[in-house]
């Protein structure tokens, strides 16, 4: 069974800093994989889209996000990664990654608290 995993999240400060990763059991560069995207799922709210990165290295970022945050993936590891800079007690939430357009089974996911 194809398998996410991700890490590296914890508890830090407001404007700390956190990289997750996300490793796969299948390869990311699949044909039928157009990107892998990473998600959250704050308390008591539903998981959203937060940023993608395309086969070909192209980046989008949600809003929320946007000029904090770095995505990038290594290939050869089947791993994406989120770099999350100056975090806010908003970014709090268990975060996830899946391929698009079509989902993988979802991970257990990684939490990230920041304290205010």
């Known amino acids: 069974q194809v398998q996410l995993v991700e890490s590296g999240g914890g508890l830090v400060q407001t404007g700390g800093s956190l990289r997750l990763s996300c490793a796969s059991s299948?390869?990311?560069?699949?044909?039928?994989?157009?990107?892998m995207g990473w998600y959250r799922q704050a308390p008591g709210k539903r998981r959203e889209f937060i940023a993608r990165?395309?086969?070909?290295?192209?980046?989008y970022y949600d809003a929320s996000v946007r000029g904090r945050f770095t995505i990038s993936r290594d290939n050869a590891k089947n791993t994406v990664y989120l770099q999350m800079l100056s975090l806010k007690p908003e970014d709090t939430g268990i975060y996830y990654c899946?391929?698009?357009?079509?989902?993988?089974?979802w991970g257990q996911g990684t939490q990230v608290t920041v304290s205010s």
């Open positions: 899946n391929s698009l357009p079509d989902p993988m089974a």
């Open positions: 299948r390869s990311i560069t699949s044909p039928s994989i157009d990107a």
């Open positions: 990165i395309t086969s070909s290295g192209y980046v």
